[in-house]
């Protein structure tokens, strides 16, 4: 029986001097950190992976940048979903710290509620 192997890379270190929540603001990109964490991501799959089959990525520009090292170094084409991307967030675009400050609380106290289908809104 053949085996598959999926590995679910998660994107490098983001440059954020503002120090902000991203999410899925557009404008976030690799630092020179998290460059380095991708090339060492891509050293370690190149022992773990001999062939690599497809390589799928969130829009966001961070994950493009990510999977599009990973693509280049298996000589693959870097596939697009809309679908694999994070859930949005009330805290997009504000400080770290904001679920901390009382005027936020609001936005944490039904966990039951699922904040990221926009239907339920």
Do not use: C, K
């Amino acid at each position: 029986m053949e085996r598959t192997l999926v590995f679910l890379v998660r994107h490098g270190e983001v440059e954020n001097p503002a120090r902000i929540r991203y999410g899925r603001l557009p404008g976030f990109h690799l630092s020179a950190a998290g460059l380095g964490q991708v090339a060492r991501t891509v050293e370690h799959l190149a022992t773990r992976a001999s062939d690599v089959a497809a390589v799928v990525t969130s829009p966001l520009e961070r994950a493009v940048e990510t999977a599009g090292i990973i693509a280049a170094q298996f000589g693959r084409p870097l596939e697009s979903d809309p679908r694999v991307i994070e859930a949005a967030s009330h805290f997009e675009g504000l400080p770290l710290d904001a679920p901390s400050l009382p005027r936020h609380w609001s936005e944490l106290r039904n966990p039951f509620r699922r904040r990221w289908d926009r239907s339920t809104r």
